[in-house]
């Protein structure tokens, strides 16, 4: 295989003829990333995209707390959920997550700067804002996930965010500088199980962040 995005090892001479189990234990070895696609293109996982995992209810309304609960799937798929209840704009978040952790092998330190990503996901720029993301960002470390169908072959566990780090900037007087705050997160390694194959969706970005109205 020559020139595979986000392989650890080039040039290796494969079979002509190769079964399913092999293919996956070659893939193993060499995916390292998550696909890179096009800035105006966000990536999910076709076993989370048909769940039930994301609410569609009034950011009002009390979030649920989930212990190992199992959510509505369509298919052979099955997704366990552990941690806060997770909404529209969790959603949001984590697709840019992703996006920006495809430029590089998966596990590695993204860093960010809290303006330029609400920009990417055209929110506004506001404390609130500001203090919602670190809320986001905070509650998705807090998860875990695990998910099973005939495609993966197997369970796949894993926190949506295992890592995250709020690097803080100050003034001469000492006042936190919220403008300048930067995050440095890393994903789970076992994410590229989930965005092997075509085991997953292209969604359009814009048209998605023009949905106001939180939806499933």
């Given amino acids: 295989v020559s020139g595979v995005r986000g392989a650890a090892v080039t040039n290796v001479r494969m079979p002509k003829k190769i079964n399913d189990e092999a293919m996956e234990v070659i893939e ?4 390292t990333q998550i696909p890179f696609c096009a800035d105006g293109v966000r990536l999910m996982p076709n076993e989370l995209l048909r ?3 994301i609410s569609c209810k009034n950011r009002n309304e009390p979030r649920e707390y989930c212990h190992d609960k199992v959510v509505l799937s369509v298919g052979d798929g099955t997704v366990t959920y552990q941690g806060q209840e997770l ?3 969790e959603e949001t978040v984590w697709m840019q997550l992703v996006h920006l952790a495809s430029a590089q092998p998966v596990g590695t330190i993204v860093k960010f700067g809290t303006r330029e990503f609400l920009r990417a996901i055209e929110a506004p720029l506001t404390g609130a804002y500001y203090k919602r993301l670190g809320d986001t960002l905070n509650r998705l470390t807090a998860t875990k996930l695990s998910v099973t169908s005939n495609r993966l072959r197997s369970t796949v566990s894993f926190s949506m965010l295992p890592y995250s780090y709020r690097v ?3 003034d001469e007087d000492g006042e936190e500088i919220t403008t300048k705050t930067e995050w440095q997160v890393e994903l ?6 989930l ?3 075509e ?3 292209r969604i359009q970005w814009h ?3 023009a949905l106001k109205n939180p939806v499933a």
């Fill in 28 to 31: 193993a070895v060499l995916i």
């Fill in 51 to 53: 769940s039930g995992l």
């Fill in 87 to 89: 909404r529209y704009f």
């Fill in 168 to 170: 803080e900037s100050f």
């Fill in 188 to 193: 789970a390694p076992e994410l590229v199980k």
């Fill in 195 to 197: 965005f092997s194959g």
């Fill in 199 to 201: 085991g997953y969706s």
């Fill in 207 to 209: 048209q998605r962040l």
